[in-house]
């Protein structure tokens, strides 16, 4: 099963660059896309129900944000899930943070996190959420339940993961209280996918600024991942980014896992 999570910084805006026929040919089960900025109302058809590379539909699903044209996630599938569902806390759900599909053999957790913003001003709302993302993800291995947890987690982990450490340590996304939380996150044992198969290797990113030609020079961040339990990691069995995709100032990341 190929999993591929994308941010795609407005999905009206992905879909003149070329989204549904890059969607037909990725080859994906299934495909989260983060920072939607619409609700189901605002897109045609074909953002509906998108065809995949057999032809048939992808089944949609969508967490729209209270707010017009801000945040929001959703997924594509080719089967249907047992369950689709939001997390369940009206603080994040309303701003359309978390989408979650039950599968047989997993939960499948497309999630877009919050930006600290300049000067931190949103840090306390976005350590909340990831404490909140903690403890759900602890929930499914408290129940034996395998999850992937997949999306754009706006925080540069290591000073491997983004160009430019030095310059950036007052930066949102990587400042000290994100970093700590990853920290948390993966010393409870939860598996940053692509670091594990990707040890050590750097220049790899999944998003560049707009400004200054960061993308053509590679100056990047990455900031979007596919996590994992421990117990799941048997069965993964690569975990790639795509910097060769355009249409927005991320870029495709993808996991492939044995079912």
């Known amino acids: 099963m190929r999993i591929i999570s994308w941010n795609v910084n407005g999905l009206r805006a992905v879909e003149k660059r070329g989204f549904l026929p890059w969607l037909a040919d990725c080859g994906a089960d299934a495909v989260c896309i983060q920072e939607t900025k619409a ?12 065809l995949s590379g ?3 539909p992808y089944k949609a699903f969508w967490a729209s944000a209270q707010k017009a044209g801000y945040a929001g996630t959703a997924i594509y599938s080719r089967e249907a899930p047992l369950d689709v569902h939001p997390l369940g806390e009206a603080a994040f759900d309303n701003e359309g943070r978390v989408l979650i599909a039950e599968y047989d053999a997993f939960s499948l957790i497309c999630a877009y996190f919050p930006n600290s913003q300049d000067g931190g001003r949103r840090l306390p ?7 909140a993302m903690l403890a759900f993800c602890e929930g499914l291995r408290a129940k034996g339940r395998h999850f992937i947890l997949c999306g754009d987690y706006n925080i540069a982990h290591t ?8 310059d950036n340590e007052g930066s949102p996304g990587f400042l000290p209280e994100e970093r700590a939380w ?3 996150f993966t010393g409870a044992g939860f598996v940053d996918t692509f670091r594990a198969l990707h040890p050590g290797e750097g220049g790899h990113y999944t998003w560049w600024s707009y400004r200054t030609n960061a993308r053509e020079r590679n100056v990047g961040w990455r900031i979007d991942y596919h996590c994992a339990d421990p117990a799941f990691m ?22 492939e896992i044995a079912i």
Do not use: W
Not at 125 to 130: M, P, R, S, T, V
């Open 54 to 56: 057999e032809g048939r």
């Open 39 to 50: 609700n189901p109302r605002q897109l045609s058809a074909e953002l509906l129900a998108p």
């Open 182 to 184: 990853m920290d948390t």
């Open 125 to 131: 709302y976005k350590l909340a959420f990831c404490q």
């Open 159 to 166: 000073p491997i993961d983004l160009a430019r450490p030095k």
């Open 234 to 255: 048997p069965q993964v069995r690569s975990s790639v980014i795509h910097p060769e995709v355009q249409g927005s100032d991320h870029c495709p990341v993808e996991i």
